[in-house]
């Protein structure tokens, strides 16, 4: 690599010393001790010399870089490539800069992202947290690094977050396909202890109990990341093949939804007729299918934005109160569902 | 933030020099130096405090980071979602971690991007270049920052890149709807001075003439990037509607195929009865479209694996003599081009 075009550089070739060109090119405040003609002279040779402002160095002194850290836990889900795309533009409107990293749902992965990020001087992170990445956070949070959770959260460690209400969101789910004739409604989620999984599932259970229905549990899908397109088929299959086969499904992520549509499109069932659907978000995919399907929109514009918005709070003001905000989702109704 | 753990909290903590702890912690051969008994002790400790080697002190004494920007043109886009996880997955395989930041096409952005990034000491780049922004490359290129540029490349700068071949795969496409009976294959393309852009037309011209037909700039609609919702019904209307309709079209990339099979979906127009389709790469989108996708396939594995391991042979050696590998893709036949 070339080196550096230094401040020393610049003052050389102006001829003046290398504080007058730290005051022009660094420190707006002291720039008015400089002549105008000299200040002048000093940006058009750093221009010519393409200098490059030691971001790092200016970080050290300001205290803050105009970057954020966003971590995922998968880019290639459409889920999250389009929060990124989302916390990009909110960012940007705010003058900051994102560089992400994909965790991969592994907190091994998570941590040395973190910690790259962290040597890089990010002024704050916006984590979607994988499991058993608590002690990372805890790590953070008692660093004092401002730090924004979205999508999911852990109960027990005080932190700020941005979530959409999952319980709801799921009784909706099931209440609109009960009230729409189906009585035996299956679930089809992840085996996992991430926040945003269990309270779908909680809000199922909720939801039947109410309507007098008892929880089946091999009606239970429990698919594991990383094993989908085994577990689906299998899975699937055994919630249609019992004596008590299922009337309608729940896929608790589009990812889910994705893999198992795609399967049940091998099968003889017919949506909704045979069998009704509902699932969480939304997906280019989805457009294509031949019977539109009923769906939880949850707010990634909102989730985004107001992540960005409490994340720049914090770093201007780390003593600023923790913000745990759970943003509604809406149901919307479709053909897949039977209504 | 509270102050981070240094060496020399460590030396006080064991009661022995901080040469001794930078020995043990950061030179793997003065190690040999240091006492077995005093190195354990020291690690210890490190670990106790939660010591975090400062990267950016070690990358400048060794002149490494481990780390490679990626600048994708789009995250939200699957195509770069996807390249972008495979590229991850493969710096991880040789202990690099990958920070990417999303251009959105925009030339600004990508300078933005590159200036944090450059700031940040990444090690080298993998870049998907927007229009305009050759003077970007051309400056990383003359400060010697290892490069390679993924699906697009500027033809008159010297520089790594790994592309796919899509002269050829768009001669293939043509060949093939020429083959099965269309005469009047219409183009869908972005309007845009993108080589990748440029290649998908100049295969298709081609192609045509190579068969007796002449090219008809009625028959090529060039749409505006981020003006995607408003031109593409207007555009495909005016493709089936003239008085010499096209029989058939090629979509040059799947963000175009997926918004035009949405407008074609609401029009009177059965696949491929009344209007055969290929277009360029997959999407999950495409899955659930009634007549399976005739499409290039792109080998997004072998251009993300290639392009990390040309970016790591520049990193370990700029003296390297520069890469342009261009691979070939594939044409995957289903029902959509009447076949």
Known sequence: MKKRVSIKDIAEAAGVSTALVSYVLNNKEKEAR???????????????????????????????????????????????ANIARTIEDEAKKNNYTVIFGSSDENAEKSK??????????????IIAPTENSQEQIKDLESRGIPL????????????????????EASVDVVNHLVE???????????????????????????????????????????????????????RINALLEGDKPVDSIFFATNTLALNGLKHINTLD???PQDLGIVCFDEGDAFDFFYSPLTHVYQPLFEVASKAVNVLIEQINDTQSPKKELIIASELIIRKSSGA
């Not at 790092?56 to 870089?65: D, P, Q, R």
């Not at 040395?112 to 992170?125: A, E, S, T």
């Not at 991430?194 to 109990?209: C, D, V």
């Open 34 to 80: 400089v002549g105008k003609e000299i200040a002048i002279k000093i940006r058009d040779i750093a221009k010519q010399l393409n200098y490059q402002p030691n971001q790092l160095a200016k970080s050290l002194k300001s205290g803050k870089s105009y970057t954020i850290g966003l971590i995922v836990a998968d880019i290639s889900n459409p889920f999250f």
């Open 269 to 271: 069932y017919k949506v």
């Open 112 to 125: 040395d992202l973190i910690d790259v990020l962290v040597n890089r001087q990010v002024d704050g992170f």
């Open 180 to 234: 729409n004739g189906h009585k035996r409604v299956g679930l089809v989620t992840y085996d996992s202890d991430l926040i945003n999984i269990k309270e779908r599932q909680r809000g199922y259970e909720e939801a039947l109990r109410k309507h007098g229905i008892s929880v089946n549990p091999s009606m239970i899908a429990k698919i594991r990341f990383g094993n989908i397109e085994e577990d689906i088929p299998a």
């Open 148 to 167: 924004v959770l979205i999508d999911r959260y852990f109960p027990g460690i005080s932190t700020n977050y941005v979530a959409t209400d999952n319980f």
